[in-house]
């Protein structure tokens, strides 16, 4: 399976506004990928953008599910802190400010600063 050549077009519906329709291919495309999903190249990215498609369409209990997933990439991953500041980012979003916090210390440590690189300087403030 190639995800970076399913997540194109996808792509282009968060450019041009079609979060709805993007959500549900990106759903169609998760429930594509074979199990165990951490061993499909790529996969990581179809959660990452299901949390910025939520994230833009102000839904929050979607941006959540995505975030959910996140950990099981955790030990697939360089382990960098991508997956706690992306869980830290819908936890700050949703009004979890504690958790936030605790997942971006975690993503701070692990990346030596790296994962808030060109991101909402809100989520860098939290943790000082």
Known sequence: MDVMAELKPIGLLYSGGNLRVGQRQLQSLWAAVPE???????????????????????DLDQAQEWADRAPLFAAKRHDMGEVEFLIGKVAFERGEIERAREQFLIAHTKSEGRAFA?????????IG
């Open 36 to 58: 165990p999903k951490a061993d499909t190249p790529n996969a990581y990215l179809i959660v990452e953008y299901g949390v910025a498609f939520s994230l833009k369409d102000h």
């Open 118 to 126: 060109g991101k909402d300087e809100r989520y860098k403030r939290l």
